[in-house]
């Protein structure tokens, strides 16, 4: 499965952006998913991810009551809506597919990535 991600950009702390990661293939319910970031100079890290069916969810402590992750299967898509955006979101933001349908934070877990996003938090 290839994934392309969009959505990234610059905002001012306080605002919000939605990502999108679009999945090609007529198999994207199989997969679960998921979104990592990676600052400059830092490890990958976890962000959210969500099972196949879409009902269940993880977040990240960092990120919890502030992204919102979600998928439409019709639409071979999945959502990462951030509010509340901080500085410390400046990041790089990546989409995974993980084969099975279910979903994981470690980031070895996961069979395919997207390139990747660039949000811009300024202060």
């Known amino acids: 499965v290839q994934l392309q991600a969009s959505g990234g950009g610059l905002v001012q702390a306080g605002g919000s952006l939605r990502l999108s990661c679009v999945a090609s293939?007529?198999?994207?319910?199989?997969?679960?998913m998921g979104w990592f970031r990676q600052a400059p100079g830092k490890e990958r890290e976890f962000a959210a991810a969500?099972?196949?069916?879409?009902?269940?969810?993880y977040y990240a402590d960092s990120v919890k009551g502030r992204f919102t992750i979600s998928r439409d299967n019709a639409k071979n898509t999945v959502y990462l809506q951030m509010n509340s955006l901080k500085p410390e979101d400046t990041a790089v933001y990546y989409c995974?597919?993980?084969?099975?349908?279910?979903?994981?934070?470690?980031?070895?877990?996961?069979?395919?990535w997207g390139q990747g996003t660039q949000v811009t938090v300024s202060s």
């Open positions: 969500i099972d196949w069916s879409g009902y269940r969810t």
């Open positions: 293939g007529r198999t994207f319910s199989r997969y679960g």
């Open positions: 995974a597919a993980r084969t099975g349908g279910l979903t994981t934070a470690y980031s070895h877990e996961y069979d395919y």
